[in-house]
Nanobody, 115 residues
Framework: QVQLVESGGGLVQPGGSLRLSCAASGITFSIYIANWYRQAPGRQRELVATITTDGITNYADSVKGRFTISRDNAKNTVYLQMNSLEPDDTAVYYC?????????WGQGTQVTVSS
């Protein structure tokens, strides 16, 4: 059974940090491209960060220099380290794994940045 389980969300003050994790099971994790998306209330879901199977990363302009995506294939896990968080980063964050036409999604984890 394929599962993506996210963790690490929560409430943090502006300027703070969080690390999101997405643990996959039931798949060969290392052959999937991994992405983090987010969706704020009233907004479309947007791509935040991508890491390829070769470890090449790409980021949305709004998070460059603040967020870091990484993966540990031995643990079947992708991470999103978020630093210098801003209120505009408030959203539900989703893990996504892609392999050709197959797309897998996590259940989402809430990140709230507020004082």
């Amino acid at each position: 059974q394929v599962q993506l389980v996210e963790s690490g969300g929560g409430l943090v003050q502006p300027g703070g940090s969080l690390r999101l994790s997405c643990a996959a099971s039931g798949i060969t994790f290392s052959i999937y491209i991994a992405n983090w998306y987010r969706q704020a209330p009233g907004r479309q879901r947007e791509l935040v960060a991508t890491i390829t199977t070769d470890g090449i990363t790409n980021y949305a302009d709004s998070v460059k220099g603040r967020f870091t995506i990484s993966r540990d294939n031995a643990k079947n896990t992708v991470y999103l380290q978020m630093n210098s968080l801003e209120p505009d980063d408030t959203a539900v964050y989703y893990c996504n794994l892609n392999l050709r036409s197959r797309a897998l999604w996590g259940q989402g984890t809430q990140v709230t940045v507020s004082s």
